[in-house]
T-cell receptor
Framework: KQEVTQIPAALSVPEGENLVLNCSFT??????LQWFRQDPGKGLTSLLL?????REQTSGRLNASLDKSSGRSTLYIAASQPGDSATYLC????????????FGAGTQVVVTP | DAGVTQSPTHLIKTRGQQVTLRCSPK?????VSWYQQALGQGPQFIFQ???????QRGNFPDRFSGHQFPNYSSELNVNALLLGDSALYLC?????????????FGEGSWLTVV
C-alpha cells in the first residue's frame, strides 16, 4: 500500500530565504508525482508535474526533483515571498491506480516579511 | 476556458440528512474524481467516474454515492450524514488514459454537519 509522507508538517522562514519541502513515498511504481499549493479554505492549484522518467521540473522560482528509486521528491522555492505562504501538498499516481492521487498531509509554509 | 467548477461552495446540514454536491469538469475532460479533505489532512480519494460508471472507489462507506452525466458533470451524494463527514469535498478532472497529464481541482465544497 502506497504511503506518502511530508516532512516537516510546518515551516516558517523569513522573506528571501529559499524553501525546501520534502516528500517521500513507499512504492516506487508510480506514473508521476504532482506538487500542489493550497491556500486556506481553498482548492488545490497544480504547481509542477514530474513524470516517473524525469529527474526534475522547473517553473519560474519553483524546481521539483524526483528520485523514484529512493522514493523521494523535493520542491525548492527560490527567494521566498510572503505570497508563497500556503500549504504545499505532494501526490503520486501509482501504476495500478487508474489516475487516483495518493496525497501526503502537506507542509504548511509561512514566509514572514 | 473554464476550469473545474463546484457547487455549492458552503453548506450546513444536520446529522442524518442527505447532501448532494455538484461538479463540472474542465472543458475536454471526461474523468471526474472526488476527494474528501478533513482539516489538517491531505485529500482522501472517494471514487472516480468515467463513461458514467464508477471505475474505482476508496475506503468510504456506501453512504457515499455518485453519478456522472453524459456531459461528464458529476454529483456526489452523502446519505445519513455524520458529524465526521464535515470536510472540504474536492472534485478533480482529467482525461482518460492520460495519467501523465496534470489533474485539475475545483475550489471545493465546504460541508459542515451539526
Amino acid at each position: 500500500k502506497q504511503e506518502v509522507t511530508q516532512i516537516p508538517a510546518a515551516l516558517s522562514v523569513p522573506e528571501g530565504e529559499n524553501l525546501v519541502l520534502n516528500c517521500s513515498f513507499t512504492d516506487s511504481a508510480i506514473y508521476n508525482l504532482q506538487w500542489f499549493r493550497q491556500d486556506p479554505g481553498k482548492g488545490l492549484t497544480s504547481l509542477l508535474l514530474i513524470q516517473s522518467s524525469q529527474r526534475e521540473q522547473t517553473s519560474g522560482r519553483l524546481n521539483a526533483s524526483l528520485d523514484k528509486s529512493s522514493g523521494r521528491s523535493t520542491l525548492y522555492i527560490a527567494a521566498s515571498q510572503p505570497g508563497d505562504s500556503a500549504t504545499y501538498l505532494c501526490a503520486v499516481i501509482g501504476t495500478d491506480s487508474w489516475g487516483k492521487l495518493q496525497f501526503g498531509a502537506g507542509t504548511q509554509v509561512v514566509v514572514t516579511p | 476556458d473554464a476550469g473545474v467548477t463546484q457547487s455549492p461552495t458552503h453548506l450546513i446540514k444536520t446529522r442524518g440528512q442527505q447532501v448532494t454536491l455538484r461538479c463540472s469538469p474542465k472543458s475536454g475532460h471526461d474523468t471526474v474524481s472526488w476527494y474528501q479533505q478533513a482539516l489538517g489532512q491531505g485529500p482522501q480519494f472517494i471514487f472516480q467516474y468515467y463513461e458514467e460508471e464508477e471505475r474505482q472507489r476508496g475506503n468510504f462507506p456506501d453512504r457515499f454515492s455518485g453519478h456522472q452525466f453524459p456531459n461528464y458533470s458529476s454529483e456526489l451524494n452523502v446519505n445519513a450524514l455524520l458529524l465526521g463527514d464535515s470536510a472540504l469535498y474536492l472534485c478533480a478532472s482529467s482525461l482518460e488514459g492520460l495519467f501523465g497529464n496534470t489533474i485539475y481541482f475545483g475550489e471545493g465544497s465546504w460541508l459542515t454537519v451539526v
